[in-house]
C-alpha cells in the first residue's frame, strides 16, 4: 500500500510562506490524480490544490494566487508553495490520491505536515 510522507510544515508569521512535500514510493504521480488537502480543529477537511496526471491544476477560491501546486515525477514527489499566509491557513496538510471537487481519497492517510501561522 502506498505510504505518504508529508513534510515542510512549521510556524510562519502571517505573511511568510512555505513550501510542503509529498513523497511517494514508485512512480505514483504519474499514475494518480493527487491533491492536497487541509483540516483545522473543528473544521471539514478542505481541498485546497489538485494536479492531474496531465498537469491540470485547480485551486480553492480561499488558496488562489497564493498557493502553487507542483510535482516531480523523476523524484516521486509533489509540491505545495504557500505565500502569503494567513492565520486562517492554520491546519494539517495532506496530500492523497483524490479528485477535484471532492474530499474523498483513495489512498491511506500519512501523518500531515501540521502549519501554523501566527504572530
Known amino acids: 500500500q502506498v505510504q505518504f510522507v508529508e513534510s515542510g510544515g512549521g510556524l510562519v508569521q502571517p505573511g511568510g510562506s512555505l513550501r510542503l512535500s509529498c513523497a511517494a514510493s514508485g512512480s505514483f504521480f504519474k499514475i494518480y490524480n493527487m491533491g492536497w488537502y487541509r483540516q483545522a480543529p473543528g473544521k471539514e477537511r478542505e481541498l485546497v490544490a489538485h494536479i492531474t496526471v496531465r498537469g491540470i491544476i485547480n485551486y480553492a477560491d480561499s488558496v488562489k494566487g497564493r498557493f502553487t501546486i507542483s510535482k516531480d515525477n523523476a523524484k516521486n514527489t509533489m509540491y505545495l508553495q504557500m505565500n502569503s499566509l494567513k492565520p486562517e491557513d492554520t491546519a494539517v496538510y495532506h496530500c492523497?490520491?483524490?479528485?477535484?471537487?471532492?474530499?474523498?481519497?483513495?489512498?491511506?492517510w500519512g501523518q500531515g505536515t501540521q502549519v501554523t501561522v501566527s504572530s
Open positions: 492523497n490520491v483524490g479528485s477535484w471537487g471532492s474530499t474523498i481519497v483513495f489512498g491511506s
